[in-house]
């Protein structure tokens, strides 16, 4: 279940250039050694990766060099699987949460390397501004939907100088997860209450007869010092 090592990439590799009937060795290719090499170290020991880049290599010239299989093997691949693309995903957000610029890093890889939409990491940076960065620094909401807006206006690449700001903004901001305990707490306390009722003077006044079923005695903060007053606004 551990990633092959560069030796293991290269003996593909040289297999596939040596098949006649179903490799690449019908092509007779002329391949540097130093060109396979680059392959076999870009592709992380992932020999599928590896062999779609000498294939793609392959199909723009019949001379491989070092310069030809380094652009060959920058090309996004689609061909991900789910499970990788949700696992850089899942080391992205927890980077942001852990104020490390590896998040940025996550990001790079998972659109140039994997071919993912940047739009997944935006969606899940404007998440994290809320979940782990909150009121601690509420401006790391306005960066991430910034971010997304731009890019949804100038598209990919251009876009990428504004998601690094909001990321690497994001990363930098102090850390709170307040919202997230309070939305738990509502949540436990609704599930406590299967009905509630709202407070007499919490409820709606803006219709006749609504005096005469008791819906007074609402305090209006701004007549308060501080715009502030003390009142129950949680149902009993």
């Given at each position: 279940m551990e990633r092959l090592e560069k030796r293991h990439v290269l003996t593909a590799l040289k297999r596939a250039l040596e098949d006649r009937e179903r490799g690449l060795g019908a092509l007779n290719l002329e391949v540097d050694e130093e060109a396979l090499d680059a392959l076999a170290t870009a592709s992380g020991g992932d020999i599928r990766r590896a062999l779609n880049a000498l294939e793609l290599a392959a199909a723009t010239s019949p001379?491989?060099?070092?310069?030809?299989?380094?652009?060959?093997?920058?090309?996004?691949n689609p061909k991900a699987d789910k499970s990788t693309q949700y696992d850089v995903?899942?080391?992205?957000?927890?980077?942001?949460?852990?104020?490390?610029?590896?998040?940025?890093?996550?990001?790079?890889?998972?659109?140039?390397?994997?071919?993912?939409?940047p739009r997944v990491f935006l969606r899940r940076l404007m998440a994290a501004a809320s979940e782990d960065i909150g009121l601690a620094d509420p401006?790391?909401?306005?960066?991430?939907?910034?971010?997304?807006?731009?890019?949804?206006?100038?598209?990919?690449?251009?876009?990428?100088?504004?998601?690094?700001?909001?990321?690497?903004?994001?990363?930098?901001?102090?850390?709170?997860?307040?919202?997230?305990?309070?939305?738990?707490r509502q949540y436990?306390?609704?599930?406590?209450?299967?009905?509630?009722?709202?407070?007499?003077?919490?409820?709606?006044?803006?219709?006749?007869?609504?005096?005469?079923?008791?819906?007074?005695?609402?305090?209006?903060?701004?007549?308060y010092p501080g715009h502030f007053v003390e009142q129950q606004y949680e149902p009993d």
């Open positions: 001379r491989i060099t070092r310069d030809v299989a380094c652009e060959a093997i920058r090309e996004p995903l899942s080391a992205f957000h927890k980077s942001v949460r852990g104020s490390s610029d590896a998040a940025l890093f996550w990001f790079l890889y998972g659109v140039e390397r994997l071919g993912m939409d401006q790391a909401m306005v960066q991430a939907a910034t971010a997304a807006a731009v890019y949804d206006r100038i598209g990919w690449p251009e876009a990428k100088y504004a998601a690094a700001q909001a990321i690497l903004y994001a990363v930098r901001a102090p850390k709170s997860n307040d919202v997230a305990l309070a939305l738990e436990e306390a609704i599930a406590r209450r299967p009905s509630v009722e709202v407070p007499l003077h919490l409820r709606d006044t803006h219709y006749a007869g609504a005096k005469r079923l008791g819906h007074v005695g609402y305090k209006y903060p701004h007549d």
